[in-house]
């Protein structure tokens, strides 16, 4: 634990800024000290400093190593690469977390649902390699190496076994694609045998969503490439109340940086609605990442007050507060919940 620390904040775009701030005003209320180091990315960096991602941010979190993230605008179909990927590609971010776990008082057809997603977080599709061949046909490659294909075979095992998680599920499409997803699958069979203690399975991603949608319980963990990971974690947000509460986080060897799966969703942003809970939640992670257990614990608690009471609670899980009124409850609420006393074992949200 340290007295204060420096986290790299990308407010990000859309409604980004203000989930951002809400996470911060409650992060700052756990008594938790830091020095945020703010910095533009994306098409409001170009238009100040002419690039999308500023060397000022680069060398902030190579300096802080931590990062929260709001989310940030990719163009459609033109315009500049996503910079969400070239942040996790240029820090190797490998390891995409995705912890999906239900709300008190949230109403979802799934309850009691806890699941974790691992996507592997720097190839595959999302390696950018596009080209027009001729006219009307173009190639986009699916690149699958064996050295990332196994770093995220072990990340997710390691992290099953020191979670005590039972099983993990390798989903894939090798029917198909023999080579890339068959390397991928063969790599995260060959890290299973050193894990005898976890289940091991493989599924193929189409039948896995219907397998998902008829009974989530099924599954414990979902090891994916990044295609597939960035879908699934999508339709399983649905489990537990939608985009507006799931958490993420992406994990280097050096560096992690903390998002929400959602966007930045145009369609609510700069209106005061949008729910902040799946910022606020990469926050705790950040907090656990960072050795503060209890201030984490203390914000779980105060979350499930705030969701439990469901006054203050925002019109995507049903009630009608803004983000902001969200935001008050949750800091009113940690200064009148007594902070949790340490637990023994590890939690993971
Ligand atoms: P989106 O996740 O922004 O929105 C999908 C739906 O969920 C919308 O109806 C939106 O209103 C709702 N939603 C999302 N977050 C919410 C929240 N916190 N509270 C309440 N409702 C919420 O996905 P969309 O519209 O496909 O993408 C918008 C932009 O975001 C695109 O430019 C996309 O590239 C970008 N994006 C960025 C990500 C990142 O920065 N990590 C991740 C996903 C998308």
Redesign the pocket.
């Known amino acids: 634990m340290s007295s204060s620390y420096k986290v790299t904040l990308i407010p990000?775009d859309?409604?980004?800024p203000e989930?951002v701030n809400a996470a911060v005003r409650i992060l700052e209320a756990t008594g938790v000290k830091f020095e945020w180091e703010s910095y533009a990315a994306g098409a409001e960096a170009f238009e100040k400093y002419h690039e999308y991602i500023p060397k000022e941010l680069t060398e902030s979190i190579e300096r802080t190593h931590v990062g929260l993230?709001?989310?940030?605008?990719?163009?459609?179909g033109g315009g500049f690469s996503?910079?969400?990927v070239a942040l996790r590609k240029q820090f190797e971010l490998f390891a995409n977390f995705r912890p999906i776990r239900n709300l008190p008082a949230v109403p979802t057809r799934y309850p009691g649902v806890d699941l974790v997603i691992v996507r592997e977080n720097t190839e595959g599709l999302y390696s950018g390699i596009e080209h027009e061949v001729v006219p009307g046909v173009v190639e986009s490659l699916k690149i699958i190496t064996e050295k990332a294909s196994t770093r995220i075979s072990r990340f997710a095992f390691e992290y099953a076994r020191r979670m005590h998680r039972k099983k993990i599920h390798a989903i894939h499409k090798a029917n198909i694609m023999k080579l890339s997803d068959g390397l991928f699958i063969r790599c995260s069979r060959n890290i299973s045998k050193e894990y005898p203690e976890i289940t091991y399975g493989e599924h193929i991603v189409d039948n896995t969503c219907m397998q998902l949608v008829m009974n989530p319980y099924q599954y414990d963990m979902l090891l994916l490439e990044n295609l597939y990971g960035?879908i699934i974690s999508?339709l399983c947000a649905a489990f537990v109340g939608?985009?507006?509460?799931v958490p993420?986080a992406n994990f280097g060897h050096e560096c992690a940086i903390f998002?929400?799966?959602?966007?930045?969703?145009?369609?609510?942003a700069g209106k005061d609605?949008?729910?902040?809970?799946?910022?606020l939640r990469s926050g705790i992670l950040m907090l656990r990442h960072l050795g503060e257990e209890n201030a984490a614990n203390h914000i779980r608690l105060a979350l499930e007050k705030v969701y439990t009471e469901r006054t203050h609670v925002?019109?995507?899980v049903g009630g009608t507060a803004g983000?902001s009124e969200f935001a008050d409850a949750m800091v009113e609420a940690l200064h009148t919940i007594p902070p949790p006393q340490p637990e023994l074992h590890e939690v993971e949200l």
Request: proline residues 9%; without cysteine; negative net charge.
């Open positions: 990000g859309g409604i980004g989930v993230k709001g989310p940030v605008t990719t163009p459609i996503s910079i969400n960035d999508d939608g985009l507006g509460l993420g998002e929400a799966v959602h966007g930045s969703a145009p369609d609510i609605i949008a729910n902040p809970t799946a910022v925002t019109r995507d983000t």
